[in-house]
C-alpha cells in the first residue's frame, strides 16, 4: 500500500479540528511556507517541521494509519488536540502538491512511532492475558452488580410514583412546576446509578417550553420512560433481546461482545453534539458486503473533541464488534488492517416509504428508538411552507426534515446540491422527521457533509 | 412525520385525544378510556398512552409531497480541478469572525485573496461546485465589492437559490429581471415590452446589455420614452450612454443639453465634452482659447490667462455651473470648467505649434499654473489623451513629482489610467524608487495585476529600505497588503534574504526587525500560495 494512493481531502482533514478556530489556524499552515522537511512514508506517518514564531521551528507527526483515526504529537505548547500544525500538515499533505515526499520518517519522528507501536502491542498482550486470566474477584463483581440493580430497582419504583402522581393532577400543573421538579427527579435516578433514567427525565424538564402541542410530547415521553420503567422491573420476562436494550437504555455499561465482523466499513457521518458535561461523537458505518450499519460513539469533556475521528468518505478495512441488544447498531471498533483510504462507493438508498417503515419495524427491538439511519436514494429537497421535506423523485412521498436539520447550514448545502434535481442522502428518520447528514450527487462527485 | 401523516387508523387516533385529554386534566378529574381492572388510574393511563405511542409511531408513513421547484438550469461550465474545488473551500472558511483576531502574524489573509481566486476561476470559465454555493453567497453578502465576481463563478444555480432563500435575495437584484431571461436581441417586441413596462433596475440593465452590442440601438430605444421619463430615471439612461460613447451621440446629447433638469444637462454637457469632434467641445474651444495666450514681452515666453468676466446664458446651456463653490473666485471657476471642456488639441494650434511637454513646461503668469495645470490634467484624463497625460505627469524622478505641486497624488492616479500598462507600471515603479513608499499606496492601486519585474522590484527594494530605516513594518501596511495581493509571485525567491530576523541596529526602533521578517514571511506565504491557486486552476 502505498501512501499516494489514500491522501484524505482537505474537508476531510478540516473534521479532524476540534473547533473553528483550529480550522482556520490549520487552513492557514496548509501551504508550503512555513514546513521544511515534511515527509510521509509508506506505514502511514507524516512529518514536518513548522517555523513558528519562536526560533526552533516544531516538530509535527502524525501517525494515520492507527485504528483509532490519527495519533498526533507536536512540540508546540497548544492544548488544542490536534494542534493547528498538525492539522496544517495534514492539509500540506492532502494538497499532494509535491510539498510532502515519500521518503524515511527522520529520527525524532521515527522515536514517537516507535514508542506508539510498542506501547500498543504491549496493551494488547495485557489485553490477551487479562482477558484469560479473568477479571478480578467474579464473586465480588457479581456482588456489586446485584447492589447496583436493587437500587436501580428502588429507583425506578419511585419514578413510577412520580410519574402516577403527575398524570393523577394532570400534566397541566407541570408548565408551572417548571425544571426545578425535575431537576431533583433526574438527581434521584442518578443516586440510583440509572443514569439513562436521569437523562430521560431531564428532558421532560424541557418539553413544558417547547411550543405548541407539548402536552402531546410530554404524554409521549412519560409514557415511554414508564415503558422503560415496567421494562426493568420486568426484565426476567423479557426475552434476551429485548432485555439487554432495557439494560442499556437504563444505563447500565455493556460491553461490545458480539462476534467482530470483518467488512469494508464507509465512514457516512461524524457528527457531535456537546452538552455542559460532555461531548458525543457519533460516527455512522456501512459494511460495503454485508451490508450492516454501525454506529461508533467516542467522548470527550465538556468543550474538546473526542479523540476517535474518522472523516467522511473514507473506507476501513477492519473488524467491528456490535454491543448487546437486539437490533442494536452501537459498535465498536476492532482491529483495523489498513489505514483509511478514499472511496468511491455509496451506501445503496431505499424510497421514502421503505424508510418510514424500517422505523417503524426497528421499534419492534428498542420502542424508545427515535431515528434509525437510512439512505434515501432519488430524493429532491422541497420547500413546504416554513419547512423542508425529502421527496421521492419517482412516486409522490416525502419525509419531513426535523426542526433542528431545518434551521442547519447543512441544509443549504444540501438543497444546493439537489438544485431541484434527485440526490441520494444518508441520514436519521424517525417519529420527529428526517435529519440528512450526508449527501451525494446523482452523477460523479464527492460525499457531501451536511452536519 | 407527526405533523404531515395520518396514524394507521383514525378511529385511534380518538383514543390518542381522548388520552391526552385526560392526562392534560388528570386523573382525577377526568377517568381515561378503557382502564384495565386491578390498576390504578393513573398507571392505567400511561400504560394506554405508552402502547399508543409505540403504535403512532411504528404506524408513521410518508407524507405527500409539496410542488416541487423548478430545477435550477443546467451549468454547462467544467467543472472545477478538485484541488481547485478545496482551496475555495479553504478560502470559504476563513471568513471574518471565525475565531482569531488581531495581529496577523505570518499567516497569509486567505479572505483577500478570494477576489483573485474568483476572478482567475471565472477567466478560466469553470462552473462552481454546488455545495459551495452557501459559503461563497454568505461571504458575497458580507462583502458588496464580491459580489459581481462571486455571483458571475456562482452562475445559474446561484439565482435558483436565491429564490429560496432571502438572505440572498441580493443575488436577484444583481441579476437582470430578477433572474428572468434577458429579451433575445432579436425579439424588438419583447425588448420593447420590458423596457416600457420593466422597474427601473430591469430598464437600466436591459439598456446597459443593449448599449454593450449595439450603441445606436440603445440610444434609439431611449428617445422613444425620453421625454416621458422622470429627471432621476433620464439622469441614470444618460450616464449609461457613457460606454461607447461616439460621435453619432452628438445631435441625441445636443438635445439634452435643453433638458429640464439641470443635473441632465450637466451630464449631457460632460459626454459632449469627452467627444473633441462635437459642436459644444468646439464652442468651448473658441471661449477658453480667448482666455489664454503665450506672451513674448518678457526675457522667455510666458502663458497669461484672463479669465471671462461672465458666465452668459450660452456658456450655462454648453453645461458651465455659474455658482462657484465656497471658497472659490466665480472667475477662476468658470475657466477651469471652461479649460476642463476643451479638446486639447487646440492647444497646440494656440500656443505656437509648442508640443503638450513644451506646453506644460511654459512658466504661467500671476498664480494661474495650479488653475491651469488641474484643468488640463481633467481634461486629459476625461478626453483619455496619454501625450498630455506623459506631459503634465512629467518624469517620475523629478523633485516635485514627490511634493505638493501643481498635481496632486489622486489627479496623478487617474492621469496614470490613461496609459497603458506597461507604461503606467515603469512610472510608478520611478516614482517608488525616487520618493519611497509613503505616497506611493493610491499610485500602486492603479497599476496592472500582478506587477511587472520592474515595479515589484522598486517596491521590494523600497520595503528594504524602510525596514533599514528602522522604521516598524505596520507604517507600510497599506503597501504590504497590497504587495502581498499583487507582486508576481514568481518574485518569492527573491525575497528570500529578507526572511531573517536582522540585527538590531542602535538607531532602529526596538523589537522592528522581528516585525519586518514577519511581514516578509507572510508575503512570501501568500506569494507562494498565490502560485499554487493559480496552478490549481490551469492557469
Request: aromatic share 6%; hydrophobic share 45%.
Amino acid at each position: 500500500m502505498t501512501q499516494q494512493g489514500v491522501r484524505w481531502s482537505a474537508e476531510q482533514v478540516l473534521a479532524l479540528a476540534p473547533d473553528a478556530a483550529s480550522r482556520k489556524a490549520g487552513s492557514k499552515l496548509g501551504a508550503a511556507g512555513p514546513w521544511s522537511e515534511a515527509g510521509s512514508s509508506d506505514e502511514g506517518t507524516v512529518w514536518g517541521q513548522c517555523k513558528g514564531s519562536g526560533s526552533k521551528p516544531y516538530r509535527t507527526v502524525v501517525d494515520i494509519a492507527d485504528a483509532a483515526g490519527p495519533a498526533y504529537r507536536c512540540s508546540c505548547p497548544s492544548r488544542k488536540f490536534p494542534c493547528k500544525h498538525a492539522l496544517g500538515l495534514l492539509l500540506l499533505w492532502a494538497g499532494g502538491d509535491g510539498a510532502v515526499s515519500a521518503g524515511q520518517a527522520p529520527d525524532w519522528a521515527e522515536q514517537w512511532i516507535e514508542g506508539r507501536r510498542q506501547r500498543a502491542e504491549q496493551k494488547r498482550t495485557a489485553g490477551a492475558s487479562a482477558s484469560s486470566s479473568g477479571s478480578g474477584d467474579p464473586e465480588a463483581a457479581r456482588r456489586r452488580a446485584e447492589r447496583r440493580a436493587e437500587r436501580i430497582t428502588a429507583g425506578a419504583t419511585e419514578l413510577e410514583q412520580r410519574l402516577a402522581d403527575l398524570l393523577r393532577g394532570g400534566l397541566a400543573s407541570a408548565e408551572q412546576s417548571g425544571y426545578g421538579l425535575w431537576e431533583e427527579t433526574a438527581a434521584r435516578m442518578v443516586d440510583a446509578q440509572a443514569p439513562g433514567l436521569a437523562a430521560r427525565v431531564r428532558e421532560l424538564g424541557a418539553i413544558p417550553s417547547s411550543g405548541p402541542g407539548w402536552p402531546v410530547r410530554l404524554l409521549e415521553e412519560c409514557a415511554l420512560l414508564h415503558l422503560l420503567d415496567q421494562g426493568w422491573l420486568h426484565r426476567d420476562a423479557l426475552p434476551d433481546g429485548l432485555a439487554a436494550r432495557v439494560r442499556s437504555r437504563i444505563g447500565l455499561p455493556g460491553t461490545a461482545d458480539g462476534p467482530p465482523l470483518r467488512d469494508r466499513w464507509l465512514v457516512l457521518a461524524q457528527y457531535d453534539t456537546a452538552d455542559a458535561r460532555l461531548t458525543t461523537r457519533r460516527i455512522w458505518l456501512h459494511g460495503t458486503d454485508s451490508d450492516r450499519t454501525a454506529l461508533l460513539l467516542s467522548y470527550g469533556a465538556a468543550g474538546r473533541a473526542p479523540e476517535l475521528a474518522l472523516p467522511v468518505g473514507l473506507t476501513l478495512d477492519a473488524e467491528v464488534s456490535a454491543y448487546p441488544g437486539a437490533g442494536q447498531l452501537r459498535a465498536a471498533l476492532g482491529e483495523q488492517f489498513a489505514p483509511p483510504a478514499p472511496s468511491v462507493t455509496r451506501p445503496p438508498g431505499v424510497t421514502a416509504a421503505r424508510a418510514a417503515a424500517r422505523y417503524g419495524e426497528a421499534l419492534r427491538d428498542d420502542p424508545w428508538l427515535d431515528s434509525v439511519p437510512v439512505t434515501l436514494d432519488r430524493v429532491i429537497p422541497i420547500p413546504d411552507g416554513d419547512s423542508w421535506q425529502l421527496a421521492d423523485a419517482d412516486a409522490d412521498a416525502a419525509l419531513p426534515l426535523t426542526p433542528t436539520a431545518r434551521t442547519r447550514t447543512g441544509l443549504w448545502r444540501l438543497v444546493a446540491l439537489s438544485g431541484g434535481a434527485p440526490v441520494k442522502v444518508f441520514g436519521e428518520c424517525g417519529h420527529r422527521g428526517f435529519t440528512p447528514l450526508t449527501a451525494w450527487p446523482e452523477g460523479a462527485g464527492e460525499a457531501v457533509q451536511l452536519c | 412525520m407527526n405533523r404531515t401523516s395520518t396514524p394507521v387508523d383514525a378511529p385511534a387516533s380518538g383514543a390518542w385525544e381522548e388520552l391526552v385529554t385526560a392526562a392534560l386534566l388528570g386523573t382525577e378529574r377526568r377517568t381515561p378510556p378503557g382502564g384495565a381492572p386491578g390498576r390504578e388510574a393513573p398507571v392505567a393511563l400511561l400504560d394506554a398512552a405508552a402502547e399508543e405511542t409505540v403504535r403512532r409511531r411504528a404506524g408513521l408513513r410518508a407524507a405527500r409531497a409539496a410542488g416541487r421547484p423548478e430545477p435550477a438550469a443546467e451549468d454547462p461550465r467544467p467543472v472545477l480541478p478538485p484541488a481547485a474545488a478545496r482551496r475555495l473551500a479553504l478560502l470559504l472558511a476563513d471568513r471574518p469572525g471565525t475565531g482569531g483576531g488581531g495581529r496577523r502574524g505570518t499567516a497569509p489573509d486567505l479572505m483577500e485573496l478570494l477576489p483573485q481566486w474568483l476572478a482567475a476561476a471565472n477567466a478560466r470559465g469553470f462552473a462552481a461546485p454546488p455545495q459551495a454555493l452557501p459559503a461563497l453567497l454568505d461571504a458575497a453578502r458580507g462583502r458588496t465589492d464580491l459580489r459581481p465576481a462571486a455571483l458571475a463563478f456562482a452562475g445559474p444555480r446561484a439565482v435558483w437559490l436565491a429564490r429560496l432563500n432571502p438572505d440572498w435575495r441580493f443575488a436577484l437584484r444583481a441579476t437582470p429581471g430578477g433572474g428572468a431571461a434577458m429579451p433575445h436581441p432579436e425579439d424588438t417586441e419583447q425588448t420593447r415590452c420590458l423596457w416600457e413596462e420593466g422597474l427601473f433596475a430591469e430598464r437600466v440593465a436591459l439598456l446597459s446589455a443593449i448599449r454593450a452590442r449595439e450603441p445606436a440601438a440603445a440610444r434609439e430605444l431611449l428617445t422613444t420614452t425620453w421625454s416621458a421619463e422622470r429627471a432621476e430615471d433620464r439622469l441614470m439612461f444618460l450616464d449609461s450612454l457613457r460606454m461607447g460613447l461616439g460621435p453619432e451621440d452628438e445631435p441625441f446629447l445636443e438635445q439634452a443639453l435643453a433638458d429640464r433638469s439641470r443635473n441632465v444637462r450637466a451630464t449631457a454637457a460632460e459626454l459632449l465634452s469627452a467627444l473633441p469632434g462635437s459642436a459644444l467641445a468646439a464652442r468651448m474651444a473658441v471661449r477658453a482659447a480667448a482666455c489664454v495666450a503665450v506672451d513674448h514681452t518678457g526675457d522667455s515666453p510666458m502663458i497669461t490667462v484672463e479669465a471671462p468676466h461672465e458666465c452668459d446664458a450660452s456658456m450655462e446651456r454648453d453645461g458651465v455651473v455659474a455658482k462657484a463653490p465656497a471658497g472659490r473666485g466665480e472667475r477662476s471657476w468658470w475657466f477651469g470648467q471652461l479649460v476642463e471642456a476643451t479638446p486639447l488639441g487646440t492647444w497646440s494650434v494656440r500656443l505656437g505649434g509648442r508640443t503638450p511637454r513644451q506646453i506644460v513646461a511654459l512658466p504661467v503668469t500671476d498664480d494661474w499654473q495650479s488653475e491651469l495645470h488641474a484643468a488640463w490634467c481633467r481634461a486629459a484624463v476625461r478626453q483619455r489623451d496619454p501625450e498630455w497625460a506623459r506631459a503634465l505627469l512629467g518624469t517620475p524622478s523629478a523633485p516635485e513629482a514627490g511634493g505638493p505641486g501643481a498635481v496632486s497624488l489622486a489627479e496623478r492616479a487617474k492621469l496614470l489610467g490613461t496609459l497603458s500598462a506597461v507604461e503606467r507600471a515603469d512610472w510608478v515603479a520611478g516614482f517608488i524608487a525616487a520618493h519611497g513608499l509613503s505616497e506611493a499606496f493610491q499610485l500602486l492601486g492603479v497599476c496592472a495585476v500582478p506587477w511587472s519585474a520592474p515595479l515589484g522590484r522598486a517596491v521590494v527594494d523600497a520595503l528594504n529600505i524602510a525596514r533599514d530605516a528602522g522604521s516598524y513594518p505596520w507604517s507600510f501596511s497599506g503597501v504590504m497588503g497590497l504587495a502581498e495581493r499583487c507582486l508576481d509571485p514568481s518574485e518569492a525567491s527573491r525575497l528570500d534574504g529578507l526572511l531573517a530576523i536582522p540585527d538590531e541596529t542602535e538607531d532602529a526602533s526596538p523589537g522592528a526587525g522581528g516585525y519586518w521578517a514577519e511581514a516578509f514571511q507572510r508575503l512570501v506565504r501568500t506569494l507562494r500560495l498565490r502560485a499554487a491557486m493559480a496552478e490549481e486552476l490551469g492557469a
